[in-house]
């Protein structure tokens, strides 16, 4: 009979600690993970790197926000991209701007989000947002996704229940080598032929040790063309030289560097040359100077031309330069793959004709103060439900003209856009031709179209204003209904992603937290031993 008592105690042990590791194990793969990746960089003075915001086991995540500090006497931030975790379209009041980041403060503060009857949460892992860095000093320092006063939020249906989630923050570790040279160059990427420019190019002596006899170097097409001898470099200063440059009249792709030999006892020879390729026309041509029309309108500077050769051309752009985008042909499509914006316009005098648009939420958005946009000429069809051909934001002294519009839910949809003119279009096969928005649209000339749902063809000097209030500032508090809010901190509050309390949340942390895990274990544990000291006392 001992025996048996003694077998039913131990199984009352051995349930218990099966009950409180199964929690723990359930738990444990409940708790989504936002991250630095990797989580330890090693760099030098001078070098350019990147570093992951990334998110694993999450899910029916709808919205995100952080706020990512960094020691600004170490790093500087010279660009930050949110990725396309949310892989689908979105409610038309998504904003895809560039997130707010303070190189004084050495904070980046990202917010995004979808919502809407069309947004689908996504759960997974994947990278949230790459971060690129210059390295401008030396020691240790903490990449913190948990900076003073605030902490990286996660948010499901809308930003109404948070998602309960770890963070893991990252370290970056900037050190001397004894001996490092590192070069720099100014070259443009595009230039006319017969223009002049100016090169410039520096060496900065990174390393532990003084430098002599620094030879820097400017070649075109590795055929050297202007030399410098530096006879003596100190630890931490760095020596410029320029050379203005001349190219031939004639058209071509030409490789510019900067190079530095090595010094004595140098062994990480990788930042001793920088190069840049520079297109000598009188426009960029896609794809003869450049394979994808996203990278050539990186490479471009204000007032270029860029000409696109018919095909059909798989990418979403974003024109942040004031530049020319026109097809050569009447076959050049830009397909967006039923993504969000199939074209946007975040900067002022943007051209855009003679294009073929499809298969995206809208065919081109134009963003807050991208004013005097031209979009004239294009062909801009199938965008998905609740999308539109042509979306105007908060921008003005727009024309709109001579565009062909089939199959978009809206049209044109003016939201806060005064003083466009919209003249010469058809619109076909849409819900409404044109819509005019709930906001304040001023003074447009809405004239000559022609289309199914809109009696417009002589509204000439019509005034659509409208008295609805405007939608959120990018000075306000942001909060998961004003689409990917990035912006700068508002000086009231602090930002809150989630309009409900944590304790609302159906994934909050479990009733059953780690201390709460570990008396009911021991309740267990005490009732199993109290039942085995009873029938051992009965026995005896």
């Not at 076959?331 to 995206?360: M, P, R, Y």
């Amino acid at each position: 009979m001992r025996r048996i008592v003694c077998t039913f105690f131990i199984c009352v042990l051995s349930l218990s600690l099966m009950f409180v590791m199964g929690i723990k194990e359930a738990k444990a793969e409940e708790i989504a993970v936002v991250y630095v990746d990797p989580p330890v960089s090693y760099v030098s003075l001078g070098q350019t790197f990147s570093i992951n915001v990334s998110i694993a086991n999450v899910r029916d995540l709808c919205g995100y926000e952080f706020k990512l500090g960094y020691n600004s006497t170490i790093l500087n931030v010279t660009k930050v991209v949110i990725q396309p975790f949310f892989n689908q379209p979105t409610w038309p009041w998504m904003r895809n701007q560039v997130p707010w980041r303070n190189n004084e403060e050495g904070l980046v503060w990202v917010c995004d989000c979808i919502f809407g009857p069309h947004a689908k949460p996504t759960s997974g892992s994947g990278t949230l947002v790459t971060i690129t860095f210059n390295v401008i000093g030396v020691g240790d320092c903490e990449i913190d996704l948990g900076v003073p006063y605030s902490e990286s939020k996660l948010a499901k249906w809308s930003g109404q229940m948070k998602i309960h989630h770890e963070s893991e923050n990252g370290q970056v570790k900037s050190r001397l080598p004894e001996h490092n040279i590192v070069v720099f160059l100014d070259a443009p990427s595009h230039l006319a032929p017969a223009d002049s420019v100016l090169l410039k190019a520096e060496v900065l002596n990174a390393g532990q040790n003084e430098e002599t006899n620094v030879e820097l170097q400017l070649l075109v097409n590795d055929s050297i063309v202007y030399l410098e001898v530096i006879s003596f470099l100190q630890v931490g200063f760095s020596h410029s030289l320029s050379y203005m440059w001349t190219p031939s009249s004639v058209e071509a792709t030409l490789n510019v560097t900067a190079y530095a030999s090595p010094v004595p006892n140098e062994d990480d020879i990788t930042d001793n040359r920088k190069s840049q390729r520079v297109v000598v026309s009188h426009v960029i041509k896609v794809p003869f100077h450049y394979p994808t029309i996203q990278d050539a309108i990186d490479a471009a500077n204000p007032r270029d031309v860029i000409v696109v050769s018919e095909g059909t051309y798989y990418e979403c752009l974003i024109i942040d330069k004031s530049v020319t985008l026109t097809g050569q042909g009447n076959n050049t499509i830009i397909d967006g793959g039923e993504s969000d914006e199939v074209i946007g316009v975040t900067a002022k005098n943007v051209h855009i004709s003679n294009l073929t648009i499809q298969n995206g939420l809208f065919g081109i958005y134009v963003h807050t103060d991208a004013n005097y946009a031209v979009i004239s000429g294009n062909r801009i069809r199938n965008t998905l439900t609740k999308g539109a051909g042509i979306w105007l934001d908060c921008c003005h002294n727009t024309l709109i003209s001579g565009n062909i519009i089939t199959n978009c839910h809206y049209g044109i949809c003016l939201l806060d856009a005064h003083d466009t003119v919209i003249t010469n279009n058809t619109i076909t096969q849409s819900y409404m031709d044109i819509e005019y928005g709930s906001y304040d649209n001023g003074f447009c000339i809405i004239i000559d179209n022609t289309g199914q749902n809109t009696n417009n063809t002589s509204d000439n000097n019509a005034d659509y204003s409208n008295p609805y209030p405007d939608p959120p500032s990018t000075n306000d508090t942001p909060d998961m209904w004003a689409g990917p809010y990035v912006g700068p901190p508002s000086p009231r509050d602090e930002a809150q992603l989630y309009t409900m309390s944590a304790r609302d949340s159906p994934e909050s942390p479990t009733s059953l937290t780690d201390p709460w895990i570990s008396i009911v274990a021991l309740v267990i544990v005490a009732f199993g031993v109290i039942i085995a000291h009873v029938l051992l006392l009965r026995l005896d």
